[in-house]
């Protein structure tokens, strides 16, 4: 049954298509012709014909119908940019012929991305004839249609594929920045995988043939394997090192990236021996691979606790997602459109937005336990306020800050007779002791000043912007607080006293005279009998 070209899908020809394989022998074009008239070409069926790869040379062969009076323009369009060796002829019913040939074999075979025909349909049934030869996937998606609908196509694409490549490049160019600003490996790792991701794309969609590499003739052959090689090794390395696998199983980290590795050199060797078949078997089984490891390797990273880990395999299930779809959609199972055909290409796309997330995700983690470890680290774990350390820096900090017109004082406690509580009660007690002394010590100073432990039983306050009668009631407070603190059973009849020293600063010139001149008062405070204050 012929097609009419008026009923001509929008879509890519499916069921049009009859068949015939070069399996048992190759024909010329004549032979072809003569044996689809003679009826040896067999129906396609389902879905866009797709052979897999390294398949033999097939012919397609299709009946055009023009019922009308006058010519019908066409534009025949093969949208794959990746088979060897193209030609199409044309049988008009006035018994005329056409032929054109295409391809990568062919030196700058087309002005255009994919291998177009322009067709004029006399009136009458006419018969196209496709041949198509080459080891990559025969994923034959053709095209029949008006000029207008072509371009309209073309338009849709060229707006989808400027949001995919202004996307990768965004990202690309945002995390390679943020690699030489922050220095992380990981925002490289992941700019190479996206630089990877990119030129995979500019060379499967042909756009790198078109524009970027024309007279590239050899590496136009070969630019998909080694390229869909390298997306997998560059996304494996970034998921190991964002994952946190290479520290937690080095081992298997190692066997990983080692596979990975061995891949590469096979795909050496077969581009030393020339054999394009194997790189692409290798490529495309490495993909499958690919597919499957990257969510385990986001489970692995689950299991061990990590919180990104979930966004990482989200990122990695949506192209696992999208690849399928491509392939059901080129087996025919799911309806042909842009969305079904270019699904991998989506999945992928949304792969990399999600793993910028989960990146930005592990910089806010990774900011918060530093955040953790540093207030840790100025901590004193026992009572909770400043260490010694911390409370230096503070007080040389605020020192520097304001040689202040108002007064500030600095307030040394030390707790009176404290090894003989630790020696009558025990160290629980000794440490309780001092946790409420800490507690009471806050209790009793403003929000603005700031308390720290210098010692074993030792305790300083800094006040800042104090008058001489704040810095006295203050002092006179933390005195009292401390001589009003009872503790539970077996110390429920333990009084503690602290013999506290003021050092007021009048124009002190170092920030250590205050320390030294607080202890020094402290100490005369001991010496008088504690639970007193002394100023200086
Ligand atoms: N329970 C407990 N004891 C501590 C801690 N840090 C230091 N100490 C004890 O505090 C005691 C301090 O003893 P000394 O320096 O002789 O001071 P004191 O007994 O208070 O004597 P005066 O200061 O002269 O009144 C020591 O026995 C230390 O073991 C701690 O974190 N917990």
Redesign the pocket.
């Known amino acids: 049954q012929p097609v009419r070209v008026s009923d001509l899908p929008l879509s890519p020809l499916a069921t049009e298509w009859m068949q015939l394989s070069e399996r048992h022998g190759s024909y010329t074009t004549a032979m072809a012709y003569q044996a689809f008239k003679d009826r040896n070409f067999s129906p396609h069926g389902k879905g866009i014909p797709s052979l897999g790869i390294g398949a033999p040379p097939i012919w397609l062969a299709l009946e055009l119908l023009n019922d009308s009076d006058s010519e019908r323009e066409l534009i025949f369009e093969l949208a794959n940019g990746w088979q060897d060796d193209i030609r199409l002829s044309h049988f008009a019913a006035d018994g005329s012929e056409a032929h054109w040939s295409g391809g990568d074999i062919h030196k700058n075979a087309a002005d255009n991305r994919f291998f177009r025909v322009n067709l004029s349909i006399k009136p009458g049934v006419s018969v196209l004839l496709l041949r198509v030869e080459g080891p990559d996937p025969r994923v034959l998606p053709v095209y029949l249609t008006s000029r207008e609908n072509t371009a309209k196509r073309e338009r849709a694409e060229a707006y989808s594929y400027g949001f995919l490549y202004g996307g990768i490049v965004a990202l690309l160019g945002y995390n390679f920045l943020l690699y030489l600003g922050i220095g992380s490996r990981s925002y490289l790792y992941y700019s190479v995988f996206l630089l990877t991701f990119l030129w995979l794309n500019l060379s499967y969609t042909g756009h790198g043939s078109a524009w970027i590499w024309p007279s590239l003739d050899h590496w136009r052959q070969w630019s998909n394997p080694l390229l869909m090689t390298l997306y997998c090794i560059t996304g494996l390395m970034f998921a190991l090192r964002f994952l946190g696998i290479d520290k937690l199983r080095p081992r298997l980290s190692q066997i990983v990236l080692g596979l990975a590795m061995l891949m590469m050199l096979v795909q050496a060797v077969a581009f030393y021996i020339d054999d394009r078949a194997l790189a692409l078997i290798v490529a495309f089984d490495l993909v499958y691979i690919f597919s499957l490891l990257m969510p385990l390797l986001g489970i692995m990273a689950w299991h061990f606790g990590m919180p990104i880990a979930k966004l990482f395999l989200l990122a990695s299930v949506s192209t696992m997602i999208g690849m399928s779809t491509t392939a059901l959609t080129v087996d025919g199972v799911l309806p042909f459109n842009q969305w079904t055909y270019r699904a991998a290409e989506i999945g992928m796309f949304i792969d990399a937005m999600l793993l910028a997330l989960a990146l930005a995700a592990k910089f806010r983690q990774s900011e918060q336990e530093r955040t953790l470890a540093k207030r840790l680290a100025a901590t004193d774990p ?1 009572t909770g306020v400043d260490n010694r350390r911390a409370f230096g820096e503070h007080l040389l900090q605020s020192w520097n800050q304001s040689r202040d017109l108002r007064c500030r004082a600095l307030i040394m406690i ?7 509580i ?1 020696d009558s009660y025990g ?2 007690v ?2 309780k ?2 946790t409420d002394i800490a507690r009471s010590i806050r209790y009793s100073i403003r929000n603005r000043d700031h308390c720290g432990r210098w ?3 030792e305790f300083v306050v800094l006040l800042p912007n104090a008058t001489e009668q704040e810095i006295a009631a203050i002092a006179e407070r933390i005195r009292q607080n401390i001589e009003l603190l009872r503790f539970p059973r077996p110390a429920d009849s333990l009084k503690v006293t602290a ?1 506290v020293g003021v050092c007021v600063d009048e124009g002190l010139s170092h920030y250590e005279d205050i320390l030294r001149r607080a202890d020094e008062a402290m100490y005369s405070a ?1 010496a008088a009998g ?1 639970n007193r204050i002394v100023f200086v």
């Open positions: 026992l030390d707790i009176d007779k404290f090894k003989s630790n160290h629980d000794g440490d002791v001092l010692g074993g039983e013999s001991k504690g």
